[in-house]
């Protein structure tokens, strides 16, 4: 069945399309994203990640994701 | 003179050298290279997940930050905003307060932007990090850096990836006398003897990526920069020789036939 009315966001500079009243935690499941080793920006706020099944993806969000990679 | 500990915001270090996890050609080369190193210390940069490749392998599956202290790092920044964004993002992740503060002026030379990195230095201290802090060798801007809560100066040799070796002996030696924060050669190296005549000018340490992650044998270079490191240790603490035109015979004339 095809849901209606879904919203895009922004992860990372891509688009993607949501449920309504998708979480962010969903989000992280959906993505398999390691939450021990990661960092989430949402609209360019820094979101703790205990607090992530209480936010509610709107349209228009945006996202980043971040982790550590090799640097000098 | 007396080994002191290497000590940098309160935190007792065992080596003295800080490598880099850049531009390896994988992370199990990068993991060996640290293991030959003897760092207790790497610099990691902060970026997006992919998102498209779930399973991609992370440099923390390799390093393990229990047993290596991460220092996250602002490489690709501009603006103090960015690198301020870049290091909450970094706390986020594991609650690192020790950064490596690097704030770039030109896409070419790599040389820090250093009005931009003064004021991201006070801004960073203000919300609690310890901010280690990549400058130019400008004895001048090292004492402004440390008045604004720096917790280790770290001057640049030459630029980053150069491998050129330390330009500017005078001013480090400079910047050595009239700081008594940890003082970190950091960039420019380019192979053990640059590591070592870092440390005999009574460096406190050395961070290098590029002359051990480029090397042909990236593992075994690693193992020369720790013992290039303790062996300029170990030469400026010893006190060398006074510097000294003509010759001195090492053979007494006494007893001569």
């Known amino acids: 069945m095809k849901v209606k009315n879904k919203i895009k966001i922004t992860v990372n500079g891509k688009q993607i399309q949501v449920i309504p009243n998708f979480s962010l935690k969903s989000l992280m499941t959906k993505l398999k994203m390691p939450l021990n080793k990661i960092a989430i920006e949402l609209n360019k706020k820094i979101i703790d990640k205990k607090r992530i099944s209480k936010i509610y993806l709107q349209k228009g969000d945006k996202i980043e994701i971040v982790h550590f990679i090799g640097g000098g | 003179m007396l080994e002191k500990k290497f000590k940098i915001a309160n935190k007792n270090f065992k080596s003295r050298l800080i490598v880099g996890t850049g531009k390896y050609k994988s992370f199990r080369e990068c993991a060996d290279a640290i293991k030959a190193s003897g760092a207790d210390i790497v610099t990691v940069a902060v970026r997006r997940v992919n998102i498209s490749d779930k399973n991609k392998a992370r440099l923390m599956d390799y390093i393990d930050p229990k047993k290596i202290t991460y220092l996250p790092n602002t490489a690709g920044c501009f603006t103090a905003e960015d690198a301020i ?56 801007m090292a004492k402004r850096l440390e008045n604004a809560g720096a ?26 006398k009239q ?79």
Do not use: H
Request: glycine share 10%.
């Open chain 2, 85 to 140: 964004r870049t290091l909450r993002l970094a706390r986020e992740i594991g609650g690192w307060k020790l950064v490596k503060l690097e704030v770039l002026g030109d896409k070419n030379n790599l040389f820090p932007e250093m009005i931009e990195t003064l004021r991201s230095t006070e801004l960073l201290t203000k919300e609690g990090f310890k901010v280690m802090v990549y400058c130019t060798d400008d004895p001048l």
């Open chain 2, 179 to 257: 700081t008594k924060l940890p003082l970190i050669i950091d960039a420019g190296i380019g192979q053990s003897s640059d590591a070592c005549i870092a440390m005999e000018l009574g460096c406190d340490g050395v961070l290098i990526n590029t002359a051990i992650a480029k090397a042909k044998n990236p593992i075994q270079m690693a193992e020369a920069m720790k013992l290039a490191v303790i062996s300029g240790r170990k030469s400026f603490l010893s006190g060398r020789i006074s510097p000294n035109i003509f010759g001195s015979a090492s053979t007494t004339k006494k007893g001569i036939i």
């Open chain 2, 151 to 176: 917790v280790a100066i770290m001057p640049l040799a030459a630029p980053i990836g150069s491998g050129l070796g330390i330009q500017n002996k005078v001013n480090i030696k400079i910047i050595r």
